[in-house]
């Protein structure tokens, strides 16, 4: 029997692959699907999606326009930060605030007692009291404590690391306690007014009287801040009891010479003399705290020693106006007190401060005498002291008088010249070590005190033997026992006193330097040629 044969796809149980059929499509839809995720997959990873950026931040709010009280009510900034301070901190203290309403208060109960009974003295007398109170006592005393209470609250250093040298701290301090003073000054003017309209006075005079107040308050505060430099409660405690007697005593010496009470004729040549000690009494205090702040490497000497110079010479002009006694007088004071604060400088780094001299030729051997340091400040004393001896001569020959022709003279007027350097001679017989620390003003204060004390007692001794006085002269020859002696009437005339006054003057200016001797020799090589 013969089976007919049958092709692939007429076979049961057989798939038709075939183009045509639909599994052979499906399958074509699954290879395209494969290929389209494989193409998307490698073009993501060619072109990634860039991340999103963070928000750009918001741009910062234009500050608000300062009102114009605003601006006006505060101080501007060309003003020194040292001024600003010291005015916000001082015209909100309690002090000031009291000060300032009690001598209002006074003000007008003097003017209730010159209602009662116009012109009288009492009523007078206690207005100025309480001027004088307040500006000359109680006005500096708030100096007391400004540049000491900078180390205290350990704010010093702070304000060296400014722009601010020692100087510009100084006289910031003193230009704020001065400026609250002038609302003191001001705030009594109307009452000045008032009293000329209903009392026996002179308008003229009491404001003239007024400016002398101010410029005595400005003396005795920058007295107050120079000396705030010392830590020391003693030395301040000396200066509290030395400016009570200065201030009591300038006030009178002011009210008697100058404007002519208890019969004197008022003289405005001393006045003018006086206002002007006054301005270097000012500018010498308040150099003298500003160097004692500075580092050691700031030269704070040379314009304190120039400016001595310069005011002793324009004090020999008042040679020409009758005023003889008072320029010789002035002229002392203004040099002896350069002459102490030179010789009570420590010693500077002499590689900076003496940079200046060094590089140029003619201010070498002014240098000498105008580097800061006590080496330099006893050049400086045998420099005022030629000067000081020049201007006694110039004064016996406006006069006419017989100035510096007997020994007397001469060792009286040597002797005040010695007084000033003698202390250097202790100090560096006993007090070597110390020499050239910042304290030894100090230490110069305390031997000038010990030889006041020492020449008490060999007066009361001299008085005492009667006619042996000149042995106990030549038994303790120190400077101020001359003076005592020759302003006391007694003589010492004798070409032995000369000669001591002479020895003493070498002695005291060579032994400081032959005990330094290495400082002396750092110095002039640091002056002369350029450190290696």
Request: charged share 10%.
């Amino acid at each position: 029997m013969d089976f007919p044969i049958r092709s692939a796809e007429h076979r049961p149980g057989r798939l038709q692959n075939g183009p045509g059929s639909p599994f052979y499509k499906l399958f074509k839809l699954f290879k395209l699907f494969k290929l389209f995720k494989l193409f998307k997959l490698e073009t993501s990873t060619l072109n990634p999606t860039p991340p999103e950026l963070p928000a750009k931040p918001a741009a910062p709010a234009l500050p608000a326009a300062v009102p114009l009280e605003q601006k006006l009510a505060d101080f501007p900034s060309r003003l020194s930060p040292v001024l600003v301070k010291e005015l916000r901190q001082g015209l909100r203290t309690n002090l000031f605030v009291i000060a300032f309403i009690l001598l209002q208060t006074f003000m007008i109960l003097c003017l209730l007692a010159g209602l009662a009974n116009p012109g009288s003295n009492d009523s007078n007398g206690f207005f100025w009291f309480f001027i004088a109170a307040t500006l000359l006592i109680i006005q500096p005393l708030r100096g007391f404590n400004a540049l000491s209470g900078e180390y205290q609250l350990n704010t010093m250093d702070l304000i060296q690391l400014t722009r601010l040298n020692g100087w510009r701290i100084t006289l910031g301090k003193w230009t704020a306690l001065n400026a609250q003073g002038l609302l003191f000054l001001v705030g009594v003017l109307p009452y000045l007014v008032i009293r000329y309209f209903i009392g026996n006075v002179n308008l003229v005079t009491d404001i003239a009287a007024l400016g002398c107040v101010g410029l005595a308050s400005g003396l005795l505060t920058a007295i107050t801040i120079g000396c705030s430099v010392f830590k020391s409660i003693i030395l301040r405690g000396i200066l509290l009891f030395v400016l009570a007697i200065l201030a009591v005593s300038a006030f009178a010496a002011v009210g008697n010479s100058v404007f002519g009470r208890y019969g004197r004729a008022p003289d405005a040549t001393l006045g003018i003399m006086l206002a002007v000690t006054a301005v270097y009494g000012i500018l010498f205090f308040l150099s003298f705290g500003a160097s004692r702040i500075a580092p050691l490497s700031e030269n704070q000497a040379t314009r304190k020693r120039l400016i001595a110079i310069g005011f002793a010479l324009l004090f020999q002009v008042f040679y020409f106006f009758d005023a003889e006694e008072a320029v010789i007088s002035i002229t002392g004071v203004i040099l002896g007190l350069a002459c102490i604060d030179a010789l009570t400088e420590p010693l500077p780094v002499f590689g900076r401060v003496c940079t200046p001299f060094r590089n140029n030729l003619l201010l070498r051997w002014p240098g000498v005498f105008l580097c800061p340091g006590w080496i330099s400040g006893i050049f400086f004393f045998i420099f005022c002291s030629a000067l000081w001896w020049g201007s006694a001569v110039v004064y016996g020959a406006v006069t006419g008088d017989a100035f510096l022709d007997q020994i007397e003279d001469v060792v009286v007027f040597a002797s005040m010249a010695n007084l000033i350097i003698f202390p250097l001679l202790i100090m560096h017989l006993f007090f070597a070590r110390y020499s050239s620390m910042n304290h030894t003003f100090g230490i110069y204060l305390f031997t000038q005190a010990a030889l006041f004390g020492i020449t008490l007692m060999v007066m009361a001794i001299a008085n005492a033997l009667r006619h042996w006085e000149e042995i106990a002269y030549l038994a303790v020859p120190i400077p101020s026992v001359f003076i005592a002696a020759g302003m006391d009437g007694n003589d010492v005339d004798e070409p032995v006193h000369l000669i001591i006054v002479v020895l003493i003057f070498a002695l005291c200016v060579s032994f400081p330097l032959l005990r330094q001797f290495r400082s002396v020799r750092a110095f002039f090589s640091a002056l002369v040629k350029s450190p290696d």
